[in-house]
């Protein structure tokens, strides 16, 4: 049997990590700047963090939602308390495709209205509810076209208000800073009046926060440096640190049925123990500060090259948009000075580095530049 080909993979093999670094099968070292699409988000093999996981596999690893977990009950006070929302619920899963697509549900559960308004160049995952407010044709089969979704430009709040006045939306579907997109930072005002649409209109505002999230932004939500509060924020990637876990934050005037939303694997005993081991590192470690501070230091010393055509982001999301392609110099990057980076699109390179990223480990990365 051969795996299904849809990846593009590079020739290397990472078999240890430990903080911000890899090394491969060969003894390669590299500088993480990716962090395996935002999921690493306190550093590769945190002592803390293996041992929360080793010692909760040695008791229990897996069981059903038909019974208790205290876990998830000390997850939810934690992280109510770590993130400003403590009067939200939280639900539980197991990806951020996943928690989009049970906010999506919740929105039309609350609404009774079917239809949802998204934005141009927004990714919002590949289940088939998520792939539907994605707008990527090249990732949207017939399926996934036949629902509901009206998409704006993003800023443009006139457009918002035009599909709002029709009356049969049941949200709005919005990135903290768009990702897959072209890390496109939403404005302030945009934001506000977006918040304030939606309570006139009576729709649900999701804050997809499954990249920007978890103090990669510098603060814990990547909206609430626009000072408004959703009525659901949508999390995955970083939530445990490469362990797949995912979940919604729901507003108090969500009513909650039996029923209404189920999964097998979500809020596992082992996801647990990684969530929880990663919200003590974040605070102890003081990571969401630590990634504002590299993050603006990264931002203001990238090289001003011709090459570059702008930078964008906040704190460790980070985007180069370059006026050519930049294949050849990501591979450059990999294979010449041993750094792994992303890409958004044909043109930009995107940095989703471990929040534990030091200030001298981005000089390396800067230094780089100055030779691609």
């Known amino acids: 049997?051969?795996?299904?080909?849809?990846?593009?993979?590079?020739?290397?093999?990472?078999?240890?990590?430990?903080g911000c670094r890899i090394w491969d099968d060969k003894g390669q070292e590299y500088l993480d700047l990716y962090g395996g699409h935002a999921v690493i988000s306190v550093g590769h093999s945190h002592p803390a963090y293996v041992g929360a996981i080793s010692g909760q596999l040695?008791?229990?690893?897996?069981?059903?939602?038909s019974v208790k977990n205290p876990l998830q009950e000390q997850l939810a006070e934690k992280l109510g308390k770590a993130c400003g929302y403590e009067d939200y619920s939280l639900f539980l899963d197991n990806s951020g495709a996943e928690s989009n697509e049970n906010a999506l549900k919740l929105a039309s559960f609350h609404t009774g209205k079917d239809r949802i308004v998204a934005f141009r160049k927004s990714f919002h995952g590949r289940t088939s509810g998520a792939v539907a407010v994605t707008d990527n044709p090249n990732i949207q089969a017939p399926f996934n076209k036949n629902h509901k979704v009206t998409f704006c430009d993003l800023n443009d709040s006139a457009a918002v208000e035009a599909e709002l006045k029709k009356g049969d939306v049941a949200g709005v579907i919005i990135e903290g800073i768009q990702g897959c997109g072209g890390i496109n930072v939403p404005d302030d005002s945009f934001m506000k009046e977006l918040e304030s649409l939606c309570k006139k209109y009576g729709a649900v505002l999701i804050l997809d926060e499954v990249q920007s999230g978890y103090g990669r932004t510098g603060k814990f939500f990547a909206h609430q440096w626009n000072g408004i509060k959703p009525g659901i924020i949508t999390m995955g990637k970083g939530i445990a640190n490469g362990f797949p876990c995912g979940g919604i934050l729901i507003s108090?005037?969500?009513?909650?049925?039996?029923?209404?939303?189920?999964?097998?694997?979500?809020?596992?005993?082992?996801?647990?123990?990684g969530a929880l081991a990663?919200?003590?590192?974040?605070?102890?470690?003081?990571?969401?500060?630590?990634?504002?501070?590299?993050?603006?230091?990264?931002?203001?010393?990238?090289?001003?090259?011709?090459?570059?055509?702008?930078?964008?982001?906040?704190g460790l999301m980070l985007g180069m948009e370059f006026n050519c392609p930049v294949a050849d110099i990501r591979k450059k990057l990999l294979f010449e000075d041993h750094i792994f980076t992303g890409v958004s699109g044909t043109?930009?390179?995107?940095?989703?580095?471990?929040?534990c990223l030091k200030k001298e480990q981005a000089d390396v990365f800067i230094n780089a530049l100055n030779n691609i």
């Open 252 to 273: 108090p005037e969500f009513e909650a049925k039996k029923g209404m939303l189920g999964t097998t694997f979500g809020g596992n005993y082992l996801a647990m123990a």
């Open 58 to 65: 040695a008791n229990i690893g897996f069981y059903s939602n």
């Open 1 to 18: 049997m051969n795996l299904f080909d849809v990846y593009s993979l590079y020739d290397v093999v990472p078999v240890k990590g430990q």
């Open 347 to 355: 043109n930009m390179i995107r940095l989703l580095a471990p929040l």
């Open 278 to 314: 990663v919200l003590d590192i974040i605070e102890k470690e003081n990571l969401i500060q630590n990634a504002y501070e590299v993050g603006e230091y990264l931002k203001a010393n990238i090289p001003a090259l011709p090459q570059i055509k702008e930078v964008r982001g906040r």
